[in-house]
């Protein structure tokens, strides 16, 4: 039991610190938003009634702290109560009215039920002390809310907190595989509960869209049902043959998925509608089955290049892409946005659309390309005389083609207001500032993160603290949103956390001392050393400014299969805490070889684990913390074990087979011993992913389909041979125990025989 005095104490840290952060705000329009103002009209329009947004919030409550269901009463109020912004209120129940047994404590009213929800999630964050996480990353601590008559009072003038900007995005076109693929509607209403606590408005709603583009094409273009097996990819690479990138990989899809997929995606829609949200569905991009040339023979439909395929094969690579300047493009553009509308019953106006995501165009004619973008647009606008046109700004951030002339093309090629981009990749790599802020094109900045769901504990704070309000208080700011793209989730809980937060921060956050509140919130308690930890944690590991992509390619889950002499290695050598270190460092990296990352002192961090192992008599019974406590642990391993291939190396090119049989060894143990630190929490095991995969199946040949695309999208991703592996191998690569003792360390195992078996016949690596 928490003593008085130090939830008191806590209390007043949280209205400080919510003080400063909310005084006076900072105006709220931008042009972006200023360009966006129809869409948001319409949307305010058509949202859902008042009463069923309020009874959305009180569900999620109930679910949520079903203790307190009667400690807080919801009501919805218009924007004009907000000066015409997005807002939430928090207020004492001083009202006479209630006359129940034990009326509410706490009053909250919102804009919306998201903002509603989102006020909740506030109230009991800064004034109550808790923590709201995936239940992966340790779950919810709740705990440290007072029973119900002892909630703690706001001030009497009440908390009224805006949205500095309209719109909060939640994820990536590819999440829906790397974290989403094996969801059923018990996983997915946890998830929208957890996206409405987060302030998130505007989420990409995916789901089942293969079931309308098998209605599509089979009843408006002809196709068979064989003719479709070939176009769709398997549950766990659906996303990439969405975006054309792939054909086929791990199908054909059953009947069964396409139904179940429907029913479970108007659960989806029906929940975020309920809500409040903005659900973005998907659009016509131009991908179509290879049978559509054939019914269609004067098309102008192109077969794409290879994509990561191996030896180009095309049975997997080579998707077919529609000209959009053909006029079959609005054609099937506008029977797909038509038939989402019949089978859903009404739509936000906001599609998603990422033709050229890893697809370039032909030729790099500005005219041509904004013929390409506009027909694009036309597509949705055909279906949808509302639509919106939401796009992914990957391209811009990694392919060369996209030089100002063809970004203002494509960008400029669609009305002011009807075409907003993510800035995806905003926390290392912001487009907003290279660009003139899109050219004059709302936009989203983005936190992307992660790549695959990798797990790997990193993250840039001070970024995602600042970055945000820079780009909004910027002259001539187009933004109208904040965001969150990673490519996986269930990772790294504190800086989603942050993240989530400056979709109503005015100012930048100090984030010691937001770090400082955010272990006491996430433990429940205030421990010292725990908050040194955290502090160390925030220096280090979430201090990444090397501005490099951190896909993990750890040794342990990334194997390096190559010839160690092409290896060029040298010795760092430091101080630290008056002690000397040491660690061996990559001087030259060959083609076939992608260094780990390290980007922090990987003895500060020890020191930071010996902090968290030293708080463990106190916090051994939070489930938050256990999870911290195997993440940093794993991190300090992953590293370690990076040291120790590197010594491997260093002893095979001594031709030392001794040294190499000693050190391999020990690497081996260290995988061993990891797994068994895994497996001490959910949050870390190989089998939920597998039996989730199964439990999606009708029959036993499902389950063996199924359980081949989890396996293999986390393993070998893309199709390989028995001389060569997929150019994706290890992408997706995660800590999970299981996957280390069955499949990391064996293969880790056959590397070093080979080379002791070559340095024993004195022969070389081959």
């Not at 409405?196 to 309308?212: D, M, V």
Request: net charge negative.
């Amino acid at each position: 039991m928490e003593s008085p005095s130090l939830s008191i104490s806590i209390i007043f840290l949280f209205v400080f610190s919510l003080l400063i952060s909310s005084s006076k705000p900072l105006l709220s329009s931008t042009l972006g938003v200023d360009a966006i103002s129809r869409i948001l009209q319409i949307q305010d329009l058509e949202r859902a009634p008042l009463s069923v947004q309020e009874a959305a919030a009180r569900s999620l409550l109930l679910r949520l702290l079903p203790s307190h269901s009667s400690a807080f009463y919801f009501r919805i109020i218009s924007k004009n109560q907000c000066g015409g912004e997005y807002c939430f209120t928090i207020n004492n129940n001083n009202h006479p009215s209630f006359v129940t047994q034990r009326p509410p404590q706490i009053l909250i009213e919102g804009t919306t039920g998201v903002e509603i929800v989102a006020g909740l999630h506030w109230y009991l964050k800064n004034w109550c002390g808790s923590h709201i996480s995936w239940d992966k990353t340790g779950g919810s601590q709740l705990f440290s809310v007072p029973n119900v008559g002892f909630l703690p009072r706001v001030p009497d003038t009440g908390i009224s907190v805006r949205r500095p900007i309209p719109w909060s995005y939640y994820q990536n076109a590819v999440t829906s595989s790397y974290s989403f693929a094996w969801w059923d509607w018990k996983r997915w209403e946890k998830e929208i509960d957890w996206m409405a606590l987060q302030g998130i408005n505007l989420p990409l709603a995916f789901t089942g869209q293969e079931a309308i583009w098998q209605k599509v094409f089979k009843e408006k273009f002809n196709m068979s049902i064989s003719n479709l097996d070939d176009f769709f990819g398997g549950p766990a690479f659906l996303a990439w043959s969405r975006m054309g990138n792939l054909h086929g990989w791990g199908g054909p899809l059953p009947q069964s998925w396409f139904d179940q997929q429907l029913i479970l995606q108007k659960k989806i829609l029906a929940r975020m509608y309920e809500l409040g949200m903005t659900p973005v569905l998907p659009a016509f991009s131009g991908n179509v089955p290879a049978a559509l040339k054939y019914i269609f023979p004067s098309a102008k439909i192109t077969r794409l290049g290879n994509w990561f395929s191996v030896k180009n094969d095309l049975k997997w690579c080579c998707t077919y892409l529609l000209d959009a300047t053909d006029p079959l493009f609005i054609e099937i553009g506008r029977a797909f946005v038509e038939q989402q509308l019949q089978e859903y019953g009404r739509t936000s106006h906001i599609y998603n659309c990422d033709t050229f995501d890893e697809n370039t165009p032909p030729i790099d004619d500005p005219e041509y390309i904004s013929s390409l973008g506009a027909a694009i647009f036309n597509g949705m606008q055909s279906g949808d005389n509302d639509a919106v046109w939401l796009m992914q700004g990957w391209l811009f951030s990694y392919d060369p083609f996209w030089r100002p002339p063809q970004m203002k093309a494509l960008l400029h090629s669609v009305p002011v207001g009807k075409l907003v981009v993510l800035d995806l990749f905003a926390e290392v790599k912001p487009i907003w500032i290279s660009s003139e802020q899109f050219y004059g094109v709302p936009y989203i900045w983005c936190m992307l993160h992660n790549f695959a769901g990798n797990i790997e504990m990193y993250g840039i704070l001070d970024a995602v603290a600042s970055g945000p309000i820079e780009a909004r208080i910027s002259f001539n700011s187009t933004m109208v949103g904040v965001g969150m793209s990673m490519e996986g989730i269930e990772q790294n809980p504190i800086v989603y956390d942050l993240m989530s937060e400056m979709a109503f921060q005015h100012k930048k956050i100090d984030v010691k001392v937001w770090v400082d509140l955010y272990s006491t919130r996430r433990y429940g308690r205030q421990v010292p050393l725990i908050q040194e930890g955290w502090n160390v944690l925030y220096h280090t590991i979430y201090n990444c400014t090397d501005g490099a992509y951190d896909k993990n390619r750890d040794v342990i889950v990334a194997f390096p299969d190559v010839d160690p002499s092409l290896f060029s290695l040298q010795h760092e050598h430091s101080r630290l805490y008056g002690k000397p270190y040491s660690r061996a460092i990559i001087k030259e990296v060959t083609d076939s070889f992608d260094q780990p990352h390290l980007w922090y002192s990987t003895s500060e961090v020890i020191h930071a684990l010996e902090l968290f192992i030293s708080s463990g008599d106190e916090l051994s019974k939070s489930s938050t913390y256990r999870y911290d406590l195997v993440d940093v642990t794993r991190q300090v391993l992953a590293k370690y074990a990076n040291q120790l291939f590197f010594k491997v190396i260093e002893a095979y090119q001594s031709h030392d087979v001794h040294g190499v049989t000693l050190l391999s060894q020990r690497f081996l143990d260290l995988v061993e011993d990891l797994d068994a630190l895994l497996a001490c929490h959910d949050g870390f095991l190989l089998g939920p992913w597998l039996e989730s995969a199964k439990q999606q199946a009708q029959n036993e040949e499902q389950k063996r389909q199924f359980e081949w695309n989890a396996r293999t999208q986390i393993t070998m991703w893309f199709d390989n041979t028995d001389e060569e592996a997929s150019l994706l191998h290890d992408y997706g690569n995660k800590y999970w125990s299981g996957l280390l003792h069955d499949y990391y360390g064996p293969r880790a195992a056959i590397y070093f025989k080979y080379l002791i078996e070559k340095l024993e016949k004195g022969e070389d690596f081959k």
